[in-house]
């Protein structure tokens, strides 16, 4: 995959997220279990922290080293933890560390000359998963939320009607 192709996706994958949220407001993007046991806003730190693992790790794979990732042993605890140290941010300021963190490692793409990734490989997998592929399939799963929260009205009002009909009795 060339770098203008992965660059484009991630940058599709970043919008398509932020175009996802912005339909909710503050308390529900902070409501707890709406994704699994996170929130919405849970959500965005666990991919803040992965992209800020993508970016110390894209350093090192600038300067000849393959990036280690031993220091992570369990991913429920460390994405657990990283979410945790979150958790006090106010919505406005995760957004914005969302926007910047994934907007740098581009822009650190960007700098590097097509022919090093050539050179080595090509763009490294692990880079283009968790920029693009990671960003996508949490997009999925909120738009999912997004999705069951438009049939609750439905169903409620079905509900409504029910119970004053006597149909439930």
């Known amino acids: 995959m060339m770098v203008t192709e992965v660059v484009q996706q991630a940058e599709r994958a970043l919008n398509a997220l932020l175009e996802a949220i912005e339909a909710f407001d503050s308390q529900d993007l902070t409501n707890p279990r709406t994704i699994g046991e996170w929130s919405i806003k849970d959500v965005i730190n666990h991919i803040i922290a992965w992209e800020e693992e993508v970016a110390g790790a894209f350093e090192i794979w600038k300067v000849g080293i393959e990036p280690d990732w031993s220091h992570i042993t369990n991913l429920d605890e460390f994405n657990a933890n990283n979410v945790r ?49 990671h960003l996508q399939e949490h997009t999925r799963r909120i738009l999912e939320f997004k999705q069951s929260l438009q049939m609750v009205p439905d169903e409620s009002a079905q509900s409504i009607q029910g119970i004053a009909s006597g149909d439930d009795f």
């Open 85 to 133: 140290q979150r958790k006090k941010l106010p919505v406005a300021k995760v957004k914005e560390q969302l926007s910047m963190i994934h907007h740098g490692v581009i822009e650190n793409i960007k700098s590097v000359p097509d022919d090093e990734f050539i050179r080595r490989g090509g763009v490294p997998k692990w880079l283009v998963t968790q920029i693009t592929s």
